[in-house]
């Protein structure tokens, strides 16, 4: 009897700590804060089909990947929406799906200091899925001013679009870069001038998804998207200064 | 009773702040030793020394090739030279501007201490953020140390110093201003971070591998009998250079195929690291900064213009 109370406290002892391991990944301080301000405290759940992925650490604070999947979320996806917690500029983007675009994004960003990284899948369920990632960085990447102002004539390069279409897994993977310095109004002297809003159309011109960037974005903003199936697909940018920028996949 | 527990206690700490480099100086040729560091990363346990430091005793002084991670990294060398020979350390030879090799350089504040002009200029732009990334990963043992900035430039060619003659060999492989230095007396070449053994290479400042590739091949070339590396065990035989060809061209071969395959650099990291690497410290862990650095080249590279 006493042994068995005994293997039973530890086994209760044993699956608490399993269980505070499990969602201890997802608790960090500024989760309420956010929850309230960005998700407006409507229901959510830690959902680990929302994968968050990055390197354990940022070699290059100014250009840190990270690659979001969360294709294995059944339903339709409403809203997606990406931060980064501890950034000044903690919100990387929001993105208004259509029916076509995949639930797998790539973007690289800014970190300034070691950060919780959320990615938030609003689905047709009501409930937003929120999936966790950390970055670990010595910091520094979000006031260090951009690289290309110190290349002369990067102005005459500013949207450009390089990339391109790989089909695989049955999707359509676009990969692209856009010249752009991405300036965050952090560093001294030089305003906020970055892409802030984005659109992936079909030929038509119908959109695909539209997404709401913010300045967290790296410079040269590099980002990977997928549609279903066999695609062909136009991108169209505009940077908070008025100039649009296409590109045709 | 208590009280010699805390004695005790207090000593044990005294002690393990104290924790010494334990440096051991390895003759490789005719008065020439080297120190050979871990193949590990920076930790407050090691202290830095990942690196391999290398002097050399002549008829007249000792040349040092590099000078370690710390100021006390320093000292502990200037006592194990002190072991060796009574001859004064004149001249201290930088091979590259990164932290661990040129951080020694307080301990020996009547050494010539001599480098490339674009290895000054780096270390001018980059030195103090490197000392103090220095503080960040190897902690206490960093205490009072500083840049020295070079007070002599090297030029490629013969060197001689005193009746002592030395090749230097201006490359730009591993930080884009290399220096190789190729001992005709002994055979014996320091190669500086060109060349890294059973240790991943770190490519935070290469050019490029197509760069790092054609150095090795003009170091191959040379009459060596023995090779130091930057990193990992002194070697007699080639296997340093097969092992570099080898797994640059793996390094380059993955990023290629990646880019062409439409990866983005979260899968590119995870790549496993081939079999026949497996002894090769640190693998996974440059492959991620690798990726990091080198990636977005290759994705260039592949990519066209979409814009219209």
């Known amino acids: 009897m006493y042994k068995s109370l005994l293997a039973g406290l530890l086994l209760g002892t044993c699956t608490t700590l399993l269980h505070a391991e499990e969602t201890s990944r997802h608790t960090s301080t500024m989760w309420d804060y956010y929850h309230q301000r960005l998700l407006d405290n409507q229901e959510f759940v830690f959902d680990d089909r929302v994968q968050v992925n990055t390197p354990p650490f940022a070699e290059d604070a100014r250009q840190v990947p990270l690659e979001i999947d969360a294709r294995a979320l059944p339903g339709t996806t409403r809203k997606i929406m990406l931060w980064a917690e501890l950034n000044p500029i903690p919100q990387i983007m929001v993105v208004t799906p259509g029916e076509q675009l995949e639930n797998l994004i790539a973007v690289r960003i800014r970190v300034e200091q070691a950060t919780p990284i959320r990615a938030a899948f609003l689905q047709d369920d009501g409930l937003w899925h929120v999936g966790t990632g950390h970055i670990e960085a010595a910091g520094g990447g979000c006031t260090a001013p951009s690289v290309i102002r110190a290349e002369e004539g990067w102005e005459k390069h500013v949207g450009e679009i390089f990339g391109a279409r790989h089909l695989r897994d049955n999707s359509s993977f676009l990969r692209m870069r856009i010249s752009h310095p991405m300036d965050n109004g952090l560093s001294g002297g030089i305003p906020e001038y970055f892409v802030d809003h984005a659109q992936l159309r079909d030929e038509s011109g119908r959109v695909l998804a539209d997404f709401e960037l913010f300045a967290s974005v790296s410079e040269n903003p590099t980002l990977t998207l997928a549609l279903k199936g066999e695609q062909q697909a136009r991108l169209w940018a505009r940077d908070n200064n008025g100039n649009e920028f296409n590109a045709r996949f | ?308």
């Not at chain 2, 700490?13 to 334990?22: E, I, K, N, P, T």
């Not at chain 2, 990164?98 to 001018?124: I, K």
């Not at chain 2, 500083?146 to 730009?172: K, N």
């Not at chain 2, 170091?219 to 296997?239: E, K, Q, R, S, Y």
């Open chain 2, 1 to 308: 009773m208590l009280r010699l527990v805390c004695g005790a206690i207090l000593l044990g700490y005294c002690l393990m702040a104290q924790a010494a480099y334990d440096l051991q100086p390895k003759l490789v040729a005719d008065n020439t030793w080297v120190l050979e560091g871990s193949t590990g990363n920076f930790s407050k346990e090691n202290g830095g020394n990942i690196v391999n430091i290398a002097f050399i005793v002549t008829d007249t002084q000792v040349i040092l090739i590099d000078s370690g991670p710390s100021f006390a990294y320093g000292r502990e060398l200037a006592e194990a030279i002190r072991q060796i020979t009574d001859k004064p350390v004149g001249t201290i030879l930088l091979t590259h501007h990164h932290p661990d090799h040129m951080l020694g350089s307080q301990a020996f504040p009547h050494a010539r201490v001599a480098a490339l002009a674009s290895t000054a200029q780096l270390m001018q732009e980059e030195g103090d953020a490197m000392a103090e990334n220095m503080y960040r990963m190897v902690g206490d043992r960093m205490r009072g140390t500083e840049v020295v900035m070079p007070d002599s430039i090297l030029e490629p060619g013969l060197l001689e110093l005193d009746d002592y003659r030395l090749q230097l060999l201006q490359l730009h492989g591993h930080t884009n201003a290399d220096l190789a230095i190729f001992d005709p007396q002994t055979g014996v070449l320091f190669a500086g971070d060109l060349v890294f053994y059973q240790r991943a290479v770190s490519t935070a400042h290469t050019p490029g591998i197509a760069v790092w590739l054609q150095d090795l091949d003009t170091l191959a070339a040379l009459p060596w009998t023995v090779i130091v590396p930057g990193h990992g065990p002194v070697a007699g035989n080639d296997a340093p250079f097969q092992q570099m060809r080898d797994y640059l061209g793996w390094l380059d071969q993955l990023l290629t195929t990646a880019a062409a395959r439409g990866d983005d650099m979260n899968r590119v990291m995870r790549s496993p690291v081939p079999e026949r690497f497996a002894g090769i410290s640190l693998a996974g862990y440059e492959l991620i900064r690798t990726v990091s650095h080198l990636y977005p080249a290759y994705e260039q590279a592949y990519w066209q213009s979409l814009s219209e």
